[in-house]
């Protein structure tokens, strides 16, 4: 099914029941009308970090299901799957043949050996701290082959994510024939994770770096037009960086607007809200919340750093079971930017503010995306944070079935559903159409939709000091 206009979820494929056939049991029985699309977190036979190590895209995990039930699901929803186009585990087949063949193997040329991309002498302690990095040591690991020799390779993140090198021609092929793989199994959409990394230049930060960064995504979007798919570059960054690809006519997230949004309910204030929405383009996913934390870097500038500190402290205040050790080393975190919390926890279990930033983001530019979690309004999870001493599994609860039918009768979730129905079946939010954002006071914003002919407009008028709000459609009130 491909792309459309209609809201999308985000699921882990054991998060809502234990596997895929119970994620479609919970989509038809509770989310027809109210979900068009699924972003189905990754599937395949993984290491790590949550499924984010693949060993083998061309397999799905037995513990989730089959490929029959990843076109089952991509039957009635249109389907966007993850792509690691930084890095693969390091229990793959390509790393496991390097590692046992070493310069014999076919392999070597997919991943970035440190003896060959810097100079002799090289890395100087400079190298290394001009490295954009998410550890605090050098993003390398020693890899001990089976000749008795042993090198470094580069390692952005955990353990088990060995970095491929997008450059040379053996990766370019695994990247062009994965991307038909998913393609041919029923996906619409391609999540580029950790694009920003993908690129390497000897002297730079090796994060974003351009041109290369451009000559790659081109190069992406080739494979994916001939495979009939859209790509989705993923970048937790200065707003400025997502804007620049959107500029060149991709799809993008809005990572901004959940900071943005906290700031504003917190504040009572609309003035910075609506100078984002104003700036933000159509063709974007929205969000709130996701698989990882809160991102406090992608609003820097469109807060100022007093209202970024305001917002971060108001949040360990004002949230639900949310604590700073949560989102630190301790707890495994792997970026500092980024706060461990239920969006619903971070307003601190309050249906009301959680309605109106629900709302916010559905009249917001863009398609919303929900998380699960998000969509079932849930609370922080201490309990699985603490068993596994995982910061941002205080955000991946894992539903029952049974939990799930109480979950979804609670007035909150019930609210927050016909939400989700009345903005995918509205003409207002065309993503051709046009967008108006007025803020009459300090506190109220206005933010008025309306499809590309002019036929259908939708209003939301909200308060954001005493969190009420309307929703009107042609000047008539939709009832929530």
Known sequence: MKLTNKAMLITYPDSLGKNMQDLRTVLDKYLDGVVGGLHLLPFFPSTGDRGFAPTDYTQVDPAFGTWQD????????????DFMINHISKQSSYFQDFVAHHNDSPYKDMFIRINQFFPDGRP???????????????????????????????NTFGEEQIDLDVTTPVTQRFIRDTIASLASH?????????????????????????????????RVKANADASGVTLLPEIHEHYTIPLKISQHGYYIYDFALPM??????????????????????????????THDGIGVVDAKDLLSDDELDYTTKELYKVGANVKKVYSSAAYHNLDVYQINSTYYGALGDDDASYLLARAIQCFAPGIPQVYYVGLLAGKND??????????????????????IDETVQRPVVQKLFALLRFR????????????????????TIVIRRSAADGSVTAELLADLATKQFTVTENGSVVTL
């Open 186 to 218: 029923g996906t619409s959409l391609v999540r580029l994770d950790a694009f920003a990394y993908a690129v390497k230049k000897l002297g730079t930060s090796d994060f974003f770096v351009e041109p290369e960064i451009w000559d790659l995504l081109t």
């Open 70 to 81: 990843v076109e089952n699901l991509a039957r009635d929803h249109y389907l966007m799957v």
């Open 424 to 443: 995918n079946q509205s003409a207002a939010f065309d993503l051709d159409g046009s967008i108006d954002v007025t803020t009459p006071d300090a506190q």
């Open 260 to 289: 943005i949004l906290l700031y504003s309910l917190y504040a009572g204030k609309s003035e910075r809200l609506a100078h984002w929405l104003r700036l933000s383009p159509m063709h974007q996913f929205t969000t709130l919340d």
């Open 382 to 403: 201490i309990k699985l944070l603490e068993n596994t001493k995982e910061g941002r599994n205080i955000n991946r609860h894992y539903y029952s079935l049974g939990e």
């Open 124 to 154: 100087t302690a400079e190298d290394i701290d001009k490295i954009y990095k998410r550890k605090d040591k050098a993003p390398f690991q020693t890899v001990h082959f089976a000749d008795g020799t042993s090198e470094e390779v580069w």
